[in-house]
């Protein structure tokens, strides 16, 4: 295990492009203290933290904006709109789309899939046909394909992976075919940190004439996205892993395919008129928005997204590059943990497993020692089926945790030894 000692001579490597502390500063949630220690928060890839200016955001948006948007002439509702729209345009940037048309708000990656699922997929997918997803795969990049399946006759087909939590790429070239209609395949994997070769998965799908949507939840925080460059079909994420509220995320796809695609809902907002003989539906981005949105959390999100690209993705890369590469011999070093999921190309994800104690008491003895890792399968049962595991221990990183929060990790774990004799 590493010495405090080495840990500061870490971050002295890494501080001239890299001020954590200041950082840390704008997040006032990890001021505090659980069980009478400083909270230690290592759960990110469930959820970000929030800047202080996300937290602001909000309060301004209901303290003086708070308004429906799109349909009122009144001051409040004009700039309510303002701010909506700009979000949006926000997002256009994040993800390098060509037009803001392709941004559609939803409550998050999980429904994102689930619509394209239920308008291209209903659409464009019928008996016999394929979709291909990955064997590390969330289950919200399962379930909604499974179910249309089922309801079409189609086939779902997986990539499998090889003992180090990578897939293997000739395999999945040899799953595509003439009956091949879609791939939904994950960005980076939530419980492995695996990073997909993601653009060589979407040019195979490509030569083959087969779109492909990007499942880019875990992504989004800790890499660079450029949709056109990867030219992905469409993109899902969710603002409350970007540093931004929970309940909003955003769906980027094609215009060429959002324009084929029937509505996701009916209601407000995503007509152009409608009469009792016949409805006739709006345009673009606004077709998939019915009804009063989630107003608030739109705007919160893109100041979200403000604040992690004023941060900077090389900077932020760089230093999470670091910090799990001393994280990941940090807890190797410990005498009976096993890392589940060792893949070359890793973000700030580390699962494991002590021994024969179980996953959820790792869990509970860290929180008494003020440390928030999540233990379970974490939504993602295959893949711990794939390595012969009921659960795992996870701690998931951001570019406000540090080298010392690592080694308290360090000591946790050694307390959890202590505990269970492990």
Not at 93 to 103: G, H, K, P, T
Not at 225 to 233: G, Y
Request: a negative charge.
């Amino acid at each position: 295990m590493k010495t405090q000692s080495q840990s500061t001579a870490t971050e002295i490597e890494t501080a001239p492009s890299f001020d954590v502390q200041r950082i840390r500063e704008d997040f006032p949630i990890l001021k505090q203290k659980v069980h009478g220690k400083p909270l230690v928060y290592l759960d990110n890839a469930a959820t970000s933290q929030k800047p202080q200016a996300v937290i602001d955001t909000l309060t301004r948006y209901y303290l003086g904006q708070n308004a429906n948007i799109h349909r009122g002439v009144h001051y409040l509702s004009e700039i309510a709109t303002y701010e909506y729209e700009k979000a949006r345009g926000k997002v256009k940037l994040f993800l390098n789309a060509s037009d803001s048309r392709e941004i559609i708000f939803v409550r998050g990656t999980t429904e994102g899939i689930n619509l394209v699922k239920d308008t291209y997929g209903r659409k464009f997918i019928g008996k016999n046909d394929e979709i291909v997803i990955s064997a590390m795969e969330h289950h919200s990049n399962i379930v909604p394909w499974q179910i249309l399946c089922e309801e079409k006759g189609a086939k779902l087909r997986v990539i499998p992976m090889n003992d180090r939590g990578e897939l293997l790429l000739d395999e999945y070239e040899k799953l595509l075919n003439e009956h091949t209609k879609f791939v939904s395949v994950v960005y980076v994997s939530n419980s492995l940190g695996t990073i997909n070769p993601i653009k060589k998965i979407i040019q195979r799908a490509h030569e083959r004439g087969i779109p492909v949507l990007v499942d880019g939840a875990q992504a989004a925080s800790h890499l660079k996205v450029n949709v056109q460059d990867l030219d992905c079909d469409f993109f899902v994420f969710s603002g409350h892993k970007v540093f931004g509220p929970t309940g909003i995320g955003a769906l980027y796809g094609k215009t060429k395919y959002l324009e084929q695609m029937p509505p996701y809902q009916g209601g407000g907002d995503m007509i152009s008129s409608v009469t009792f003989e016949k409805t006739t539906y709006n345009v673009l981005p606004y077709k998939f928005e019915a009804g009063t949105p989630n107003i608030a959390d739109v705007i919160g999100m893109g100041t979200g997204i403000d604040y992690v690209t004023g941060v900077g993705f090389e900077a932020i890369t760089a230093y999470e590059k670091e910090l799990l590469k001393y994280a990941t011999e940090a807890i190797s070093n410990i005498e009976g943990v096993r890392i589940i999921g060792t893949a070359e190309e890793k973000a700030g994800v580390i699962s494991f497993v002590l021994g024969t104690v179980h996953a959820h008491d790792v869990g509970t003895i860290l929180d008494q020692e003020g440390i928030a890792v999540r233990t379970g399968h974490h939504c993602t049962q295959p893949v711990m089926q794939r390595f012969g595991i009921p659960a795992t221990a996870r701690a998931s990183f951001a570019f406000y945790n540090t080298m010392e929060e690592v080694d308290a990790l360090a000591r946790g774990l050694g307390k959890v030894k202590e505990i269970f004799g492990a």
